[in-house]
Structures are given as C-alpha cells and as structure tokens.
C-alpha cells in the first residue's frame, strides 16, 4: 500500500493477508415439509389410512425415517388432501402389528366408508418384500417376519381386496417401500439373504385404484439423509405443497403429482430409484382454493 500527501511525500507497507481454508458443504440443503404453505378444499367423504414402521419386532434392519414419515403425512391427509381429522387413522411402529393393520382396513374402512361416495387414501412407509418367485408382494407389519411371510405379513393383493370390498368412490395408495429384500439403508431383511435382490412382477392394480409405489420391482427404496425422511415421502409430500402444479390451474392430478416426484428422486437417487404409477394419472388429488 502506497501513501501520497498533499506535498508529495510517499509511504509504503506491504500487508499480507491469509484467507482460512473455506470449510466445504458436500451436502445439498432441502428446504423443511410445510403443509400448512397453501389453503386447499375440503373432502367431506375421504378417509386416510396412514402407517409408519421404523423399528421391527423380528427384523433389526430399521426402515430409517418411516415412522416420522406417517407422522408428517398425516399433517398432509389434513391440509393437502382436505380430509377431516376424525377420518384419519394412523398407526405407528408398534401400533402398527399384523392384527391392528388388518382390522383397520377390514373393519374400520368398512364402517368408515360410504359406498360410492367416500375416496379412500393409504399411506404405507416401511418394509416390503416379495416372496422368491416375485409373483406376491408383502408389507411386513412391525410383529411380521421377513422368513414368515406368508403367516406374518400383509399380502398386498388381500390388502386392496379388503379396502374395495368396502365399494369406495376411488382409491389412492402411495407406498414408501420397496420389495427387494432390502431397507433404507443398506442392510438386507433377512440375515442370510441372497446377494441378488428379489425382483417383484409387474402386477395389476384393482378398477378404481391408482396406486404410487417409491420404486421398481428390483430396486430399493431410500432415505433422503439430508431431510430426515424417505426419498419418496419427501418429494411426495413437497409436491403435494404446490410443487407438482406446474400447469398452475390450482390443482394437482396423480399424473402431475408422479411426474414431479419421479424426475427428483430419479436425479437424487442418480438412477437408482424410479417410482412408479399405475391406475388413473387423471385423477385430482389436491384442490387449492
């Protein structure tokens, strides 16, 4: 630095500065779930199944975030869906076993709905598993066992069966689980599995169900460390917020809602992890005012 006065004289001095080592965020920053950002509709006849198992009685391989998954969603049955809170069930972790799961979808949507008038929503985070063929797929309750499957767990097909045997106006089911023996993280369902994963068959769903799976047959379903939830749940959750409307008509379809959901975990999974839909991609799910 050189100094110059009115006169002309000159002074110099030579500074040096050291800038500290910059500390390096190597994780993205996902912005908090607020289900409360956007007013929507009521649904007077809609009903919401919610369960969440993160903790398993028979299986030490957590399904990581998928307790506080069901919690969050059922802020989401609320505000986002529109539906009342005395139409919402939701069982969690160990309130979550075979015996209540069932009754829940035999008896309590059975007495709850309105034959062709009532829409029915399940929310289902935790563990699945396909049996060795592929051809059944299961959601394991928190007593069920990954070697029991057939006498422990929820066989989906049953599970659809018992919720239209009610006659609802519609179904949507949206599954934060995967069937490939695998969990959240990278531990297998059963101790002694095979190194290759199983592989789910592609299966149709009833008339009237349009049903959101968190991935593929063979692929497994993740968490999104950085948020504190699964991969799925999130970006269903924050698309449900306003996200997925990208037509901007106040509204969001099942087939918005995928599209949205799928392009952010196809990209945060890098490839590994596509979710998929089957049923009616028409069908509105969340109405703003």
């Known amino acids: 630095i050189t100094a110059t006065d009115t006169k002309g004289n000159k002074d110099s001095k030579m500074l040096l500065l050291e800038r500290k ?65 005395e139409n919402i069930k939701e069982l969690i972790n160990e309130n979550a076993d075979e015996t209540e799961m069932l009754l829940a979808a035999q ?27 592929g051809q059944s797929m299961y959601l394991l309750p928190y007593d069920g066992s990954p070697e029991l499957l057939d006498r422990t767990a929820i066989l989906r097909d049953e599970l659809f069966s018992d919720i239209a045997s009610a006659n609802p106006r519609s179904v949507t089911v949206f599954l934060d689980t995967c069937y490939s023996g695998s969990n959240r993280g990278s531990e297998m369902l059963i101790a002694d599995a095979r190194p ?19 991935a593929a047959g063979d692929e497994t379903a993740k968490s999104l460390q950085e948020a504190k939830h699964g991969l799925f749940s999130y970006f269903l959750m924050k698309g449900m917020e306003g996200d997925a409307d990208t037509n901007g008509d106040k509204q969001i379809t099942a087939g918005e809602l995928h599209t949205y959901v799928k392009t952010n975990v196809v990209q945060q999974s890098s490839g590994t992890q596509t979710p998929e839909l089957q049923g009616d991609e028409n069908r509105v799910l969340v109405r703003f005012q």
């Open 21 to 85: 080592n910059i500390q390096q965020n190597l994780s993205q920053a996902f912005t908090s779930l607020n289900p409360s950002s956007t007013q929507v509709r009521t649904n007077d006849n809609a009903v919401a199944l919610i369960i969440g198992v993160s903790d398993y009685k028979r299986t030490s391989a957590k399904a990581i975030y998928a307790d506080k998954d069901a919690r969050t969603f059922y802020d989401y049955a609320l505000l986002k869906l529109g539906i009342s809170e």
């Open 107 to 133: 008896t309590w949507l059975t007495r709850s709905v309105k034959q062709d008038q009532t829409d029915v929503y399940v929310f289902f985070a935790g563990h699945g598993l396909a049996s060795e063929d």
């Open 196 to 214: 290759i994963l199983l592989k789910a068959k592609d299966t149709s769903v009833p008339e009237g169900f349009t049903v959101f799976t968190a």
